[in-house]
């Protein structure tokens, strides 16, 4: 491997493992700027569409930092840290990806870190509301899609079947962005899952389904396609209703805010090439 890709494993801040990956290489312009609502999940005072601020003309873009980033993002920003150090060199980008709703914990307990990106706007207004950020950007939408096993063995078609205690099914834990986003399409088709189990994250209920431990999970559209030929996708007609916006802010605390905010700019620059690639909508 090289040392781009150099992969490592941190201890989560709280309860839980979280995949760390430290990167080495690509570039960033900058910023942050002001807010929108979640037409799925909640509203905050701080986002608005992609386009940021170039951070100082005195600060060094340089160094480490850390970004706390939704479990949905991981295999886009590997790639967007990769980009960003190569067009940096000096710099190293650490990741930890995980629960939206974990991850804002951890900040606001005061967890290190440098910048956040979350999986929708209501678990980003827990970071800005008691005070560790502010002008929070958003870069991406995303929405749900089944995931089934290949061949989809239990023939699952729709939103229907997780109302059938005689299939596997498995979705978020309803205080995380996926989840939230699965309980609002439930309410619109009418419909009471029954899910064997809630999942930590996005990424916890596609293992379900990959594994052959689940017939179906509900998941986000991107989390399928980057599955590959592990899973294939449901689609459904509510999902286009519910569009979970994506935030990511520069930290007030970070110990390295000229990088941090080129990471964030980076992000919601060049970046979008790569999200768009993976199946995110624009912000």
């Given at each position: ?40 999940s909640g509203t905050t005072s701080g986002p608005t569409a992609s ?233």
């Open positions: 491997m090289s040392a781009s890709g150099v992969v490592t494993i941190m201890k989560r801040w709280i309860r839980g493992p979280i995949a760390v990956i430290g990167l080495a290489g690509m570039v960033a312009l900058a910023g942050c700027s002001g807010g929108t609502s979640d037409s799925g386009g940021a601020a170039s951070p100082s003309a005195s600060g060094k873009i340089s160094g480490d930092i850390t970004v706390l980033a939704a479990a949905s993002l991981t295999e886009t920003f590997t790639t967007i840290g990769k980009n960003f150090e190569k067009a940096h060199p000096g710099t190293k980008v650490t990741f930890s990806f995980g629960s939206s709703a974990t991850l804002a914990t951890q900040v606001n307990q005061g967890a290190p870190a440098d910048v956040f990106a979350s999986a929708d706007q209501k678990t980003m207004k827990l970071v800005t509301d008691a005070g560790n950020a502010s002008g929070p950007t958003l870069f991406a939408t995303n929405t749900l899609e089944i995931a089934v096993p290949p061949g989809n063995p239990a023939k699952v078609t729709g939103l229907k079947d997780f109302a059938d205690s005689s299939k596997k099914t498995v979705l978020c834990a309803k205080q995380v962005p996926c989840g939230s986003a699965a309980q609002q399409v439930f309410t619109l088709a009418g419909i009471t899952p029954k899910p064997v189990s809630y999942e930590t994250d996005v990424k916890a209920a596609l293992t379900k389904v990959e594994q052959n431990e689940a017939d179906a999970a509900l998941v986000y559209r991107t989390d399928v396609s980057s599955a590959g030929d592990k899973v294939q996708g449901v689609t459904f007609p509510e999902a286009q209703k519910v569009v979970n916006q994506y935030p990511i802010v520069a930290l007030k605390e970070s110990r390295n805010s000229a990088t941090a905010a080129a990471f964030v700019g980076y992000v919601t620059g060049p970046g979008e090439q790569v999200l768009q690639q993976a199946g995110f909508g624009a912000p």
